[in-house]
């Protein structure tokens, strides 16, 4: 594939001496006193991919926004083509050719495909004629590019990889020739995210320049001709992807060498702490989302669950955790736990030594509205050590053990009286995995630990998990990034629909292998069975 | 990242949204051909000029610092209880029944007792919607609304055919006994030789709400059910993930919003009128929703809110009085308060934050 890009590169770029595609200068941009964007030049070149990395916070996203016209930069100039333009709002950055694909999409859910095409881009008052328009761009489009989609199915009937290409076919009826993709592999199975990336070539084929932002370095050095890496608000160095590698981007991204592998020691798992017996979940929409899962985890390992999310990893943690019922039976240190949902809830599971690090953070582990000192008790509030007395707890005690906690497991700004939304997602992550962790548990449930994290949190985040583990605790991995469950897991499985659909170990597998399987099949026709939910 | 220092959040904000209410309540009366200056200075006089004003004013805002708490803790729970009106009138009648049952021989025996049947009759009322809403899932806005309606109704039918004295043409219940009645500020004053006006209904409840103010702090910031009650109301799935039963919180955060409610009867209708009468609660429980909102929910802001708006009502009735302004536009006027601080709060807010923002930049550079 790099050589292909190679040779594509060195097609386009040779006719344009002319003027790139894309061309920022000095873009600055502040938010009172936080400088987000800082003196940004980029040249991207027509038909090229141009990669854009950094951790949260960096200025991505800013970045982006003041292209596409929602924030206007205090500074700096914007070129297309080599022409100057003032990008006032997204009408403006349509009309310069700019599409967007956001990392959460903006589709009306009971609209067809057809609809969302067109919505905003009607030609008249009356709809016929745009629709007829768009649904023979679309054939086009499908032939062309790999873009199929039914044109009349309703959006909520689609699966996400479908959903987004509705995206991207909203960008190219609006005629753009730079198409901007924010984290686009997010939400997609690893078979998705190839289709999506055989698109976007086929796309570059055509001359459209696309600019690509994420933070998984893996799909950086897969698609990208050049990569610009941002850090606090600053371009730190544009390099072609070719003459780099993941190492060299982690350590510009961070500031610092880091370590992309899971550092660890082989496991000594002991005897089992949970054991699950035909587990099955029904949820509010009297829908199975677990139908018949069974497994253990012992002390001293990590399993990981893979799988995409939707297909009942997060009901079977919720179950775990106590505040979801279900069915069958679940055994921690060999005693029986409630299931029903009657006689048991986060609490009683506390006290079970369940600790749960929970994959939604701001609605779940965290109150954002809380201070630091607050969130670092919760759940835990009615334990007797934060109560200072019959009716009142120990506020004082509670901010002097945060404050601890905070330093122990490297929280910036250590500043127990903040509130939870004031820190940056992977010190959020830090705070609840200090909460989670410093009760010593016998079991951790792990959901999603370092979705939205910088990757300097990240190596931390999994050091704690993997110590916690040679302390003899056991862990229950649920991660959508493969690359998290094969570095930190002892033994792997892999849940579609519900169901396990097979057990590894990391050793003995790999990333395509997995791939299937989380796409529910093993044969090869990966791309279908992912597509259709 | 703060946008704001604390203090301008807290104080600048309401005063400046205030100011602005004063500024156009003025132009409403000096479009009726009235002089807005003659008008607030009726108003202040009537309110603080003298001890009767002061009475009068401090009597109401013990109501609305009673309805004002009422809203707060239900909506630290994320929860409207628009229900304060039929609350306070159910709290009238609990208060009533407990007056009436016994020959009270002392105020100080009265009083507890008085307390504890208007906030169960309150939570009793309150109750209703909550449950409806924790395990039916009926909007607490609607229900409470509908049961405001249901108590005045009730409160009517009670008074008529229950409480009312036979023989008299009035339908309100007979007097309380004399064991009953609450010090006024005249009588409680008198020992340190203050002379408060006589005829002011200002009374002991205002200490009682002051007492619910400080208790009201401590139940929010300082205990488990305060911590769980807010948790809920920042986040139910969280709550959820916690261990912390939502249908719980809702019904108990309700019972207690209801109870202040109820406790305000203590006030109106045992410290003031000392007897039942139709519609004592005079819209105290809304004017709690805007005392609440105004007060960001903190008992020191419902506290400041209730003066402000007991210097509404009074001054507004001295102004009604003296100035033949008519009682509607004194109603305007508190519209217009309510406008200003509530609801158009972001008009203040956002300039004001991005004066602050210019304004710490150029420190900085």
């Not at chain 1, 768009?134 to 790999?146: F, G, I, M, P, T």
């Not at chain 2, 609450?182 to 340190?192: C, Q």
């Not at chain 2, 708006?309 to 519209?335: D, H, K």
Request: glycine share 10%; charged share 20%.
């Amino acid at each position: 594939m790099s050589v292909q890009n190679e040779a594509g590169r060195q097609e386009t770029v040779a006719p344009t001496a002319s003027a790139p595609a894309i061309e920022l200068r000095g873009i600055s941009k502040a938010f009172g006193p936080v400088q987000a964007n800082k003196d940004i030049a980029i040249s991207v070149a027509k038909g090229s991919i141009h990669g854009i990395i950094g951790e949260n916070g960096a200025g991505k996203s800013t970045l982006m926004s003041i292209l596409y016209g929602f924030y206007k930069a205090d500074s700096g100039q914007i070129l297309i083509n080599g022409k100057e333009v003032h990008i006032t709002d997204s009408q403006a950055a349509i009309a310069a050719g700019i599409g967007m694909v956001f990392q959460h999409f903006k589709l009306v859910e009971n609209f067809t495909v057809l609809e969302n095409v067109i919505l905003g881009a009607e030609d008249g008052g009356l709809l016929k004629p745009s629709l007829a328009k768009a649904r023979k761009l679309l054939e086009q489009l499908s032939d062309e590019y790999e873009l199929s989609v039914d044109p009349d199915a309703l959006i909520e009937d689609l699966s996400v990889g479908h959903q987004q290409r509705v995206e991207i076919l909203k960008a190219l009826y609006r005629q753009a020739d730079i198409l901007i993709l924010d984290e686009p592999t997010g939400v997609l199975t690893p078979a998705e995210a190839d289709h999506l990336f055989r698109i976007l070539e086929g796309l570059k084929e055509q001359g459209k320049t696309i600019i690509l932002i994420t933070h998984k370095l893996r799909e950086i050095m897969e698609i990208t001709d050049t990569v610009s890496v941002m850090r606090r608000g600053e371009m730190t160095a544009t390099v072609k992807t070719a003459e780099t590698s993941p190492e060299e981007l982690a350590e510009l991204m961070v500031g610092r060498k880091v370590l992309l592998r899971v550092d660890k020691k082989p496991a000594t798992p002991g005897k089992p702490v949970v054991q699950i017996e035909n587990l099955r979940v029904v949820d509010e929409q009297k829908v199975e989302r677990v139908k018949g899962v069974s497994f253990e985890v012992r002390e001293g390992e990590i399993l990981g669950i893979a799988g995409v999310a939707g297909n009942g990893q997060t009901e079977l943690l919720e179950v775990l955790g106590g505040y979801m019922s279900g069915t069958g039976k679940i055994l921690i240190n060999g005693q029986e736990i409630d299931l029903s949902g009657k006689h048991s809830n986060g609490q009683t599971r506390r006290a079970r030594g369940i600790s749960h690090v929970p994959e939604d953070r701001h609605d779940e582990g965290l109150i954002l509205e809380f201070q630091a000192w607050e969130n670092m008790v919760f759940g835990y509030h009615h334990a007797p050590e934060y109560q200072k007395n019959a009716l009142l707890m120990d506020n004082a005690g509670i901010k002097a053990m945060t404050q601890k906690s905070m330093d122990k497991f490297d929280v910036r700004p250590p500043n127990p009286k903040l509130e939870a939304k004031s820190f940056s997602g992977g010190n959020q992550q830090k705070i609840v995995l200090a909460r989670e962790i410093e009760r010593n548990p016998d079991l951790l449930l792990v959901g999603q630990p370092t979705r939205g994290v910088d990757i300097g949190a990240i190596e931390f985040i999994h050091q704690q998990i993997v110590a916690l583990r040679d302390q003899g605790k056991a862990i229950l991995l649920v991660s959508v990034e493969l690359d998290e469950i094969l570095s930190l897991s002892d033994r792997i499985i892999v849940m579609f629909d519900g169901q396990i659909m097979g057990e590894r170990r990391p050793a003995e597998t790999n990333e395509g292998e997995l791939g299937l399987l989380m796409a529910g099949i093993t044969d090869e026709k990966t791309e279908e069975a992912g597509a259709q939910k | 990242m703060s946008k704001m220092p604390k203090w301008a959040d807290a104080v600048l904000i309401p005063l400046i949204s205030i100011l602005i209410a004063f500024f156009f309540s003025g132009v409403v009366i000096w479009a009726i051909g009235k002089d807005p200056f003659v008008a607030i200075k009726t108003m202040v006089q009537g309110a603080f000029g003298s001890t009767q004003g002061v009475g009068y004013t401090l009597y109401y805002a013990t109501n609305f610092i009673f309805t004002g708490l009422a809203v707060a803790v239900a909506y630290h729970a994320r929860l409207f209880n628009i229900g304060g009106e039929g609350q306070a009138t159910l709290g009238g009648l609990g208060v009533t029944l407990v007056c009436l049952a016994v020959p009270w021989p002392h105020w100080a025996l009265a009083l507890p007792a008085a307390m504890i049947g208007g906030a169960l009759f309150g939570a009793a009322w309150a109750f209703i919607p909550a449950w409806l809403q924790a395990k039916r899932g009926s909007h607490i806005v609607i229900t409470t609304i509908m049961f405001n309606y249901i108590g005045a109704a009730l409160l009517g039918y009670v008074l008529l055919n229950v409480l009312k004295v036979p023989g008299s043409m009035l339908t309100e219940s007979a007097r309380f006994p004399a064991g009953a009645h609450l010090p006024t500020f005249h009588e409680m004053l008198a020992p340190f030789g203050i002379n408060f006006n006589k005829n002011a209904p200002a009374n002991m409840s205002f200490l009682v709400a002051i007492l619910a103010s400080v208790a009201f702090y401590f139940l929010i910031w300082r205990t488990r059910l305060g911590y769980e009650i807010r948790a809920y109301g920042q986040s139910e799935t969280a709550a959820k993930y916690a261990g912390i039963n939502p249908a719980r919180i809702v019904i108990i955060a309700m019972l207690i919003s209801g109870a202040l409610a109820g406790l305000m009867a203590i006030n109106n209708v045992m410290g003031e009128a000392e007897r039942l009468i139709d519609n004592a609660v005079e819209g105290a429980g809304f004017i709690g929703i805007a005392v609440a909102l105004m007060g960001r929910n903190h008992p020191i802001g419902i506290f400041l809110a209730s003066i402000l708006f007991g210097f509404l009502y009074q001054g507004g009735a001295e102004l009604a009085f003296w100035e033949s302004i008519p009682r509607e536009l004194v109603v305007v006027i508190q519209a217009l308060v309510i406008m200003f601080t509530g609801a158009l709060d972001n008009m203040v807010r956002v300039p004001l934050e991005k004066l602050f923002l210019a304004f710490s930049k150029k420190k900085e550079a």
